[in-house]
Structures are given as structure tokens and as C-alpha cells.
């Protein structure tokens, strides 16, 4: 399973548009990109996962270069309420894949 | 999607006992997957629960102290035997959705060990 590289923590402001980057040097052929958004005191919630180039859900959008040895998860316009961890992950589609969290990064939104 | 259920939600045992923890997911499921989170920290892997055979443990987890039960597509369990304040942490289930939709977590047990 590929390792992953994120910034351990990230402030913002309401209102800004937030890129989180995430490194993932060794990923394999078949791995997809997913990332996962973590509130206190609750498990982790999916938000977006991909393959390559871009995708983009009614929650963030996820840049995938060419070479997809990174990520960046977009969240546009943040507000409080999106202060959390924010995971990324990577692995097979293919059913039944054990995740392997990394460190996370820590996202503070301030007023 | 599924929704798991998973409780307790939280408790406060003492040293020496065991707690078991309770998922229930609301559709079948091949995998079930135990994650042990402690305070301040990503979450880790404990065991992957296929129903009908034993729970698959990764490097670090053993079955005496973590045993878990997997009767039916739906349910599972995850016990904490001998409990010690070094197992104080938050301990959560996960299954695949799939269809590209990841994996969805149930909300948690925090445990502390006095």
C-alpha cells in the first residue's frame, strides 16, 4: 500500500479557498485516491476519491496530475464548520482493501 | 450507503475487565474492519472480520487480546480483554461502500481505562 505524505496542519480563514496537498510517491497502477474528513469525537467521513486528472463533488474538487505521485484535495470557501482532520488515502478499488491512515492534516478555519 | 451502528459510544472501565463493542451495519457486508484510534492520533488497523473465518490481525494486535466475533453479514464485535490505561482510546468499525464511494466508519467507542 502506497505511504502517504501531508502537511501536518493548515489555518485558513472563512470564505478562503483551501488546498490541502498530499504526496504519494509509490502509487500503484490500480490505486485510487481517496480522502476522508475527521470531526472530533467521530469516524471519518468520505469526501472525494479519484483516479486521475480532476474530480469535483458538491463538497471539494481533487486535482490529480499526470504522474500521480500527489493530490490536492480543494475545498472552496471554507467555513468553521470545516475545521477537522483531513485524510488522504491510497489503494485499490478492487474490494475489500484495508486502509492505512496517514498523519492526517489538521485544518483550523478562524473567523 | 451504509450506516453502521456502533456502541457503546463511550465508557469508563476498570483496569483487568474486558469491553466488548457492538457494530451493526444496515446492509450485508463481506469485510468489517476494527481501527483503534488513540488521543491525538490517525487511526491504525487492528483486524479485517470476513464472516465465517477467523479475523485477519495486523502486526501488533493479537487475537487473546483482541478477540471478534463475525456471526453474520451485519454485526460484529471487538472485545478489549484485560484492559489496561494503555488501551484508552477510541476504537471504531469501518465497511466498504464501494461504487466509489470508499469506506464509511461508524462513530466511535471512546474508552477509558482507570
Known amino acids: 500500500l502506497a505511504k502517504t505524505t501531508q502537511p501536518i496542519s493548515m489555518d485558513s480563514y472563512e470564505g478562503q479557498e483551501v488546498n490541502i496537498t498530499c504526496s504519494h510517491n509509490?502509487?500503484?497502477?490500480?490505486?485510487?485516491i481517496t480522502w476522508y474528513q475527521q470531526f472530533p469525537s467521530q469516524g471519518p467521513r468520505f469526501i472525494i476519491q479519484?483516479?486521475?486528472t480532476k474530480v469535483t463533488n458538491e463538497v471539494a474538487s481533487l486535482f490529480i496530475p499526470a504522474d500521480r505521485k500527489s493530490s490536492t484535495l480543494s475545498l472552496p470557501r471554507v467555513s468553521l464548520s470545516d475545521t477537522a482532520v483531513y485524510y488522504c488515502?491510497?489503494?485499490?478499488?478492487?474490494?475489500?482493501?484495508?486502509?492505512?491512515f496517514g498523519t492526517g492534516t489538521r485544518l483550523l478555519v478562524s473567523p | 450507503s451504509a450506516v453502521i451502528s456502533q456502541k457503546p459510544s463511550r465508557d469508563i472501565c476498570q483496569r483487568g475487565t474486558s469491553l466488548t463493542i457492538q457494530c451493526q451495519v444496515d446492509s450485508q457486508v463481506t469485510m468489517m474492519f476494527w481501527y483503534r484510534q488513540q488521543p491525538g492520533q490517525s487511526l491504525t488497523l487492528i483486524a479485517t472480520a470476513n464472516q465465517g473465518s477467523e479475523a485477519t490481525y495486523e502486526s501488533g494486535f493479537v487475537i487473546d487480546k483482541f478477540p471478534i466475533s463475525r456471526p453474520n453479514l451485519t454485526f460484529s464485535t471487538l472485545t478489549v480483554s484485560n484492559m489496561s490505561p494503555e488501551d484508552s482510546s477510541i476504537y471504531l468499525c469501518?465497511?466498504?461502500?464501494?461504487?466509489?464511494?470508499?469506506?464509511?466508519f461508524g462513530s466511535g467507542t471512546r474508552l477509558t481505562v482507570v
Open positions: 509509490n502509487i500503484a497502477t490500480n490505486d485510487y
Open positions: 469501518s465497511v466498504e461502500i464501494g461504487g466509489g464511494y470508499g469506506y464509511t
Open positions: 488515502l491510497v489503494g485499490g478499488d478492487t474490494g475489500f482493501q484495508k486502509l492505512v
Open positions: 479519484g483516479y486521475k
